[in-house]
Structure formats: structure tokens, C-alpha cells
T-cell receptor, first 117, second 117 residues
Framework: QKEVEQNSGPLSVPEGAIASLNCTYS??????FFWYRQYSGKSPELIMS????GDKEDGRFTAQLNKASQYVSLLIRDSQPSDSATYLC?????????????????FGKGTHLIIQP | GAVVSQHPSWVICKSGTSVKIECRSL??????MFWYRQFPKQSLMLMAT?????????EQGVEKDKFLINHASLTLSTLTVTSAHPEDSSFYIC?????????????FGPGTRLTVL
């Protein structure tokens, strides 16, 4: 089983609709979960971080976490053409030597989202 | 978000040469730096974790003698690809640990695209 799995898409959503992106992870020890947006040729841009079960909202974005099901999702409301990008789900990669600081991240392959005008 | 710069933004080199990539944190001090690479159409993969003043820790499958990481100061980390080959062509991205204030919330540098001929 892959550590972080996402549907590669493309996922096509009409402008103004809700885009729903899903991600599952395999390591139950993981505690930190992130959604990044990546435009072609650019480095990832942090959209949302979530650490507790439930929903977390930030503007048009809502992240949902269910640790029991090992499932993370991202909802984008009122989708805009500028939201067209690849969305990467990332999970912290706990190690014995992190020394209490941040862990490196394990990424999914990303979902290519297309917002149709 | 945190300001991180990378230099160069892109580089083309001949097979067998070495290439140095610099990553600078401009507005904070980073005791830990993560280095990732991304092959075309693939997701980001953690290569190594470096701590200021100590040896880097490499992920499984990453050759430490080929990818030399130096983290001599809190604002500068370098990745040197030694004896580069075409299969090393990739997008290399650094990501600093923001420390307690930003634990587990990771930002990325703009990346360096390496092409080895």
C-alpha cells in the first residue's frame, strides 16, 4: 500500500461549483496533514494544515480529517479558474531523529484539478 | 509565509560535473532544512534532513556521497549534486523547519530545476 494516495484525476469542475479532493494515508502515527497547491513548474504553496479530527475552514477552503479512517479531504467552494492546479496531500513522516522539531513530509502524487469557465 | 530563496532557479550542466544549489532563509533562522526532489509528473520525495552544524540524515535510496548537504549556518543550506548524470535531472526544493512557532507547517523554496545533458 502506498503511503499517501490520491486520485490523479484530472478532476474537472465547473466554475462556481465545489471541488472535492480526497486523500488516504497508511501511517497511523502521522499527526500533521497538509494540502498544497502546485502550479506547473512551480514549487508547492501551502493551502491548509490540519492536525485534529473534524473540519477546518479558511476562506473558500475546508480541510477535513478523519484519523480513524485515515482520510483527509479538501473542499474548495466557489471554484475559480485560477484554482486549476495540482493539489498535493502531504503527511508528516515521523522519525526517531526529528528531535521534537518538524518532520519531513510524505506526499501523494497529487490530483490535477481543472476548473471549467 | 516564510521567505525562502534558492539559487540558481535553473541550471543545465554536462554529465559528470557537479552542481551546487543554495537555499537561504531570508527572514528567520532555520536549524533544520529538508531537501526534496520532484521528477517530471511525479510527486515530491524527501531526500534528506539537515541540521545546522551536523551531518545530514538521508532517506533510504538516496546516496549521501552523491548528494552532499552542508548546513553551515542558520540561514544557508547547500545541496551539491556530484558527478551529475541525466537521471539526476529533477526539480530540487528546500523546505526549512520554522521551529516552535511554525512546527509542522512547512513552506518551500521556489525550487531549482536541474537538467543534466
Amino acid at each position: 500500500q502506498k503511503e499517501v494516495e490520491q486520485n490523479s484525476g484530472p478532476l474537472s469542475v465547473p466554475e462556481g461549483a465545489i471541488a472535492s479532493l480526497n486523500c488516504t494515508y497508511s501511517d497511523r502515527v502521522s499527526q500533521s496533514f497538509f494540502w498544497y497547491r502546485q502550479y506547473s513548474g512551480k514549487s508547492p504553496e501551502l493551502i491548509m494544515s490540519i492536525y485534529s479530527n473534524g473540519d477546518k475552514e479558511d476562506g473558500r477552503f475546508t480541510a477535513q480529517l478523519n484519523k480513524a479512517s485515515q482520510y483527509v479531504s479538501l473542499l474548495i467552494r466557489d471554484s475559480q479558474p485560477s484554482d486549476s492546479a495540482t493539489y498535493l496531500c502531504a503527511v508528516n513522516k515521523p522519525t526517531l531523529y526529528s528531535g521534537g522539531g518538524a518532520d519531513g513530509l510524505t506526499f501523494g502524487k497529487g490530483t490535477h484539478l481543472i476548473i471549467q469557465p | 509565509g516564510a521567505v525562502v530563496s534558492q539559487h540558481p532557479s535553473w541550471v543545465i550542466c554536462k554529465s559528470g560535473t557537479s552542481v551546487k544549489i543554495e537555499c537561504r532563509s531570508l527572514d528567520f533562522q532555520a536549524t533544520t532544512m529538508f531537501w526534496y526532489r520532484q521528477f517530471p509528473k511525479q510527486s515530491l520525495m524527501l531526500m534528506a534532513t539537515s541540521n545546522e552544524g551536523s551531518k545530514a540524515t538521508y532517506e533510504q535510496g538516496v546516496e549521501k556521497d552523491k548528494f552532499l548537504i552542508n548546513h553551515a549556518s542558520l540561514t544557508l543550506s547547500t545541496l551539491t549534486v556530484t558527478s551529475a548524470h541525466p537521471e539526476d535531472s529533477s526539480f530540487y526544493i528546500c523546505s526549512p523547519d520554522l521551529g516552535l512557532a511554525g512546527a509542522d507547517t512547512q513552506y518551500f523554496g521556489p525550487g531549482t530545476r536541474l537538467t543534466v545533458l
